[in-house]
């Protein structure tokens, strides 16, 4: 028995070691095994010998040019290989499902849009398993799983979608389901948290340890990564801002009741709404065509996006008091399509000075992703789980270890 456990406790920390050096070498690139051990705080002989094993799985390789700096031996730096496993990031969305392959430096390498005309699950499930083996049909990189998002109330850890209100989902069993479909490791998450790691891991948190994204399109909600760790709350249901009172009016009551929900006043359908009564689109466009009008100099077009983006600044400025966060990541209709994420600078600035005298510190930042993202997301969800537990992924690698 003790030896069973001891034996547990080492492979638990050569795995966190494994995990350690791959976050290390995503978030500085190439860099040489003698400063990848200073930098992590590891052993030369270590680093060295846990380093070959990535190398030999294929999660790591050496980097072609050897780097030479003052006197001694050239340093032969390691870098995350992108050339042998992928992932896999499936978003379902209104009327769209994206599917998207990315590389492990999540490095978009392919990408299908597929429209629907439904909003049933199982149908919508089969569609997102034929794009997804036709990506690894049609692509050299073993893929070692799949993530998938979807707006809502999603829970990660049981792989279930409590309710998606958009699609009318209730209790839909996402991970076991899609995973029956296309036998690889399925994990599911909510679009928000999705666009939360993939600026954690690839986008413009990159580096960043404890920062909020703030998506609002036609869901609102944020992901919040604290301490490099993505936070769900007790319920996984942390960061659904849908009903957060807000400054404004919505012209329709929420289901809640009330006429001050974020998503009734700030969303994309509101303002797609707000759009149509103001006559300037059409019955059948959205809100895209709303952004088209602004990029195009409409003024009308563009006020209403200006004043949807000071709602979004107001909020804001309370999740900056709430949280403290390092950085803010604006994402969805309203970080597109020109710069409305200086108004909500604007305006949750001006909210802090007056409550703070003038000291906002946190950064406030547009998504490093467009609006169609969501599928280069949802594969960050696997991504990061393959980052935080290699082995688990990857079992060429506990065969190699020595
Ligand atoms: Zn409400």
């Known amino acids: 028995m003790k030896e069973l456990m001891r034996s547990a406790q080492l492979s638990d920390v050569r795995q966190q070691n494994y995990s350690t050096i791959m ?8 860099t040489a095994r003698t400063d990848l051990a200073s930098a992590i ?16 799985a294929g ?38 499902i994206n599917t ?15 429209t629907e005309r439904t909003t049933n699950l199982r149908p919508l499930l089969r569609g997102a398993a034929r794009s997804v083996r036709k990506m690894i049909d049609s692509h050299d990189l073993t893929v070692l799983g799949v993530g998938a998002s979807t707006g809502g109330w999603v829970d990660s850890s049981s792989g279930q979608v409590h309710t998606q209100p958009v699609l009318g989902w209730q209790e839909a069993p996402l991970a076991e389901a899609l995973h029956d479909l296309v036998g690889l490791p399925v994990l599911v998450d909510s679009q ?5 790691l993939a600026e954690h891991w690839f986008g413009a948190a990159a580096g960043v340890d404890n920062f909020i994204h703030l998506f609002v399109g036609n869901v609102v909600g944020a992901g919040f990564v604290f301490n490099g760790s993505p936070y769900r709350g007790a319920h996984s249901a942390a960061g659904g801002l849908d009903h957060l009172p807000v400054a404004g009016r919505s012209g329709q009551t929420c289901v809640c ?22 006559g300037l689109i059409t019955d059948d466009q959205e809100v895209y065509d709303v952004f ?30 709430l949280l403290d966060p390092e950085l803010v990541v604006i994402g969805g209709g309203v970080s597109a399509p020109v710069d409305h994420v200086s108004v909500v600078r604007d305006a949750a600035q001006d909210r802090l000075a007056a409550r703070r005298g003038g000291d906002a510190t946190a950064r406030i930042l547009a998504s490093a992703f467009g609006p169609h993202a969501l599928g280069i997301a949802a594969g960050a969800i696997m991504l990061d789980a393959v980052y935080r537990s290699p082995e688990t992924f990857v079992p060429a690698l506990t065969a190699t270890a020595s």
Do not use: W
């Open 59 to 96: 999660l790591v390789r050496e980097a072609a040019e050897p780097m030479t700096r003052g006197m001694g031996r050239p340093k032969v730096p390691v870098a995350i290989d992108d050339s042998t496993y992928g992932v896999i990031g499936v978003h379902f969305g209104l009327h769209r």
């Open 192 to 196: 928000v948290r999705a666009l939360a």
């Open 100 to 114: 998207c392959l990315i590389d492990l430096r999540g490095q978009l390498v392919a990408e299908l849009h597929a």
């Open 23 to 30: 976050r290390e070498l995503m978030r500085s690139g190439p």
């Open 292 to 321: 088209a009008l602004a990029v195009a100099g409409n003024p009308q077009a563009r006020r209403l996006l200006q004043d949807r983006a000071g709602v979004v600044g107001t909020a804001t400025a309370t999740l900056i008091e």
């Open 257 to 278: 009741g009330s006429r001050r929900c974020f998503a009734m006043v700030a969303g994309d359908l509101e303002t797609a709404r707000r759009a149509r009564a103001a």
């Open 41 to 56: 705080g590891m052993s030369t002989g270590s680093v060295t010998r846990l380093t070959g094993a990535l190398v030999r």
